[in-house]
């Protein structure tokens, strides 16, 4: 009876101590990876294709200022600056011995009280620089321009010019 009961000690005794492992808590872990790539997105929202019809004198005289000429769209997850320029030095059509330059573009940001720069090939500040970008997020800028061709072009109805907007972080 005594090997039994020591034997039964022996076979219980292990179970007793199971019965708390069983209640402990088990946890597992799952690692989530993300990818979030870079976004740098600018949309022209309005304005798209602009006409600037001098059909009196004082057009002309004056030029034509066309206050909120194209709003701009942006998103960005990185700091950014937005620049302008235009295609090419000069317009296509009109008379080839009389180009007229893209400088008779002036532009700025609306509200900003700045005064009207003139549109080069080459890019130029818009909003922001490299050196001074604006922080990520997402919003609008509106543009102005002011053109003037004056009496130096001679008539023509096919003059065209294409403007570039780049957003950028580097």
């Known amino acids: ?89 000069n317009f296509t059509g009109g008379v080839a011995e009389t180009p007229m330059p893209a400088s008779i573009i002036k532009f700025r940001v609306n509200g900003s009280g700045n005064s009207y720069t003139p549109l080069t090939a080459s890019d130029q500040s818009l909003v922001a620089t490299m050196g001074s970008k604006y922080p990520r997020g997402t919003g609008t800028t509106i543009i102005d321009f002011h053109i003037n061709p004056g009496y130096i072009y001679p008539p023509a109805d096919n003059y065209s010019l294409q403007i570039i907007y780049t957003i950028s972080n580097l």
């Open 1 to 89: 009876m005594k090997n039994s009961l020591r034997l039964l000690f022996f076979v219980l005794l292990p179970g007793f101590f199971c019965v708390d492992a069983f209640s402990q808590t088990r946890y597992l872990t799952k690692t989530v990876d993300i990818i979030v790539p870079t976004v740098l997105d600018l949309e022209v929202s309005s304005g798209a294709n602009q006409i600037a019809d001098f059909n009196q004198t004082s057009k002309i005289d004056n030029g034509i200022e066309l206050l909120g000429a194209t709003t701009l769209t942006y998103k960005s997850n990185k700091a950014w600056f937005i620049t302008i320029k235009s295609s090419d030095a």
